[in-house]
T-cell receptor, first 113, second 111 residues
Framework: ETGVTQTPRHLVMGMTNKKSLKCEQH?????MYWYKQSAKKPLELMFV???????ENNSVPSRFSPECPNSSHLFLHLHTLQPEDSALYLC????????????FGPGTRLLVL | SQELEQSPQSLIVQEGKNLTINCTSS?????LYWYKQKYGEGLIFLMM?????EEKSHEKITAKLDEKKQQSSLHITASQPSHAGIYLC???????????FGKGTTLSVSS
């Protein structure tokens, strides 16, 4: 148990669906992250939030839309995804955005049909 | 952009044997993190190394940072089935805003 939870753990969606991934951290951290992990590839950073403000958007397609309502919660809204978006989506948090250890949630396994 | 290369990509060792995993960076390392992941699950933080020559241990796992070689090694002594999983190294990106990762080393321990 790392103090970071993600729901759902598994998600199957069609290309026309809209769904959301949720992440919650119970560590009192101020920074939260979304990463994508695909087979045979390194983890790819998607978004970075510091105190609810987005500080980095790593050239992610607009069909992925993040939301950070407060420093404990992070969402990733999904719409009109492609099959190649199937992956493990990992949320992480750290005390600050500045060379700090990140703690990861268990991930959401997403399958786009 | 910075890249981390891990070697080997995978290895199978017999229970009780020692093993080493390497992580080499294409650029200067400012902070090096080791994580363990079970397939399809999240990453568990193992250790962080910041200074050249730094060495840390946790139970039977030891990690070292060679700043000059831009490399870190993870050594497991007397491996056990519980050590099986994917080991990932991560490093602070140039902006210091997030981590970049290697592709991982998959370890299997046969009993």
């Amino acid at each position: 148990e790392t103090g970071v939870t993600q729901t759902p753990r598994h998600l199957v969606m069609g290309m026309t669906n809209k769904k959301s991934l949720k992440c919650e951290q119970h560590l009192g951290h101020n920074a939260m992250y979304w990463y994508k992990q695909s087979a045979k590839k390194p983890l790819e950073l998607m978004f970075v939030y510091s105190l609810e403000e987005r500080v980095e958007n790593n050239s992610v397609p607009s069909r992925f839309s993040p939301e950070c309502p407060n420093s404990s919660h992070l969402f990733l809204h999904l719409h009109t995804l492609q099959p190649e978006d199937s992956a493990l989506y990992l949320c992480a948090s750290s005390p600050r955005v500045a060379k700090e250890t990140q703690y990861f949630g268990p991930g959401t396994r997403l399958l786009v049909l | 952009s910075q890249e981390l290369e891990q070697s080997p990509q995978s290895l199978i060792v017999q229970e009780g044997k020692n093993l080493t995993i390497n992580c080499t960076s294409s650029k200067t390392l400012y902070g090096l993190y080791w994580y363990k992941q079970k397939y399809g699950e999240g990453l568990i933080f193992l250790m962080m190394l910041q200074k050249g020559g730094e060495e840390k241990s946790h139970e039977k796992i030891t990690a070292k940072l060679d700043e000059k070689k831009q490399q870190s090694s993870l050594h497991i002594t007397a491996s056990q089935p519980s050590h099986a999983g994917i080991y990932l190294c991560g490093a602070d990106n140039q902006a210091g805003t997030a981590l970049i990762f290697g592709k991982g080393t998959t370890l299997s321990v046969s009993s």
